[in-house]
C-alpha cells in the first residue's frame, strides 16, 4: 500500500533587503544574490528544496522594501516560524517581514496589480558617509519643480522604448505608467513611480533624465521629445543604482497581504 501524497500549502513572504552587496535578485553561479541566499534560508526551514517566485526582479545594488515572494511547502509551519526560521539563516541585508499563507493560484508576478518604486537622490555639495549605498548623490541643486514638470508627460500609456536598457528583453516596449511625484524632502529628491510593469533599468533611465533637466542641463519639454522619439541613444545616462527602491507591490485586496507603504 502506498501512502497518500501531502497536499502543497503556498505561502507568501514579504522581503526587504539592502542590495549594495548583491549581485541583484536573480540566482548566478558563484555569485553572492538575493533569491540565492533567500531560497537556501527557506529550505533549511522546510527542510526540503524550495522554488521561490518574487514579483519584482531587481538589479545589482537596487534595494527592497516590499519585494514579495511565494513558493510551495509540504511542511506545516506557522507564520511566526516562517520568520523567525527563515530570519535565523539570512544575514544581516535580507528580512522577512511577514509571512501569510494564500491560495494555490496566488502567483507573486502574474498575480500582481502594479509595483512602486523610489528613486532617492542626496542633494547637497557634500557626499555623505551615512547614505553611501543607499541613495544616489548630486552635488549640484536640483530644480524639482522642473523635474516634476518633465516627467508628467510619462504618466500614461506609452511606447518607453527610449527608456529601455539596451538588453531588455521584454516582448514590447508598451508600458502604462500611473503615476510619477517628484518631492523634496530637505537634502533628499524622491522620485516615486507607479506602473502595471517596468522595462529593464525603465526607472534608472526615467531618474537619469529627470536629473539631467533638474541640473538644468535639458529643459522639461526634452522628456516628451525622448518619449516619442523612441531613441535610447538620445536620453540621459542610466542612473545609479543605489538610488533606487522597490517599495511596494500591488495584489487584489481579497489576498488580505500587508502593504509597507
Known sequence: M???????????????????????????????TVEGELTEAIGHVADHAVDLCCGGRTDAGVHALGQVVHFDTTVVRSA??????????????TSI???RPVADFFHAR????????????????ARSALLAGRVAWVQ???????????????VGEHDFSAFRAAECQSRSPIRRLESLRVQRDGELVHIDVAANAFLHHMVRNIAGLLIEV?????PPSVVHELLVGRDRRANAPTAVAEGLC??????????RLPHPV
Open 246 to 255: 522597490l517599495r511596494a507591490i500591488d495584489y487584489p485586496a481579497a489576498f
Open 110 to 125: 502574474f498575480t500582481a496589480q502594479r509595483r512602486h518604486y523610489r528613486y532617492t537622490i542626496h542633494n547637497r555639495s
Open 214 to 218: 533638474g541640473r538644468g542641463v535639458r
Open 2 to 32: 502506498t501512502s497518500a501524497a501531502v497536499p502543497a500549502h503556498r505561502w507568501a513572504l514579504g522581503v526587504e533587503y539592502d542590495g549594495t552587496h548583491y549581485c541583484g535578485w536573480q540566482q548566478q553561479p558563484g555569485r553572492r
Open 97 to 99: 517581514v511577514w509571512a
Open 140 to 154: 549640484t541643486p536640483l530644480d524639482v519643480a522642473a523635474m516634476q514638470a518633465g516627467g508628467a508627460c510619462l
Open 80 to 93: 511566526r516560524a516562517w520568520v523567525l526560521g527563515v530570519n535565523a539563516n539570512l544575514g544581516r541585508q
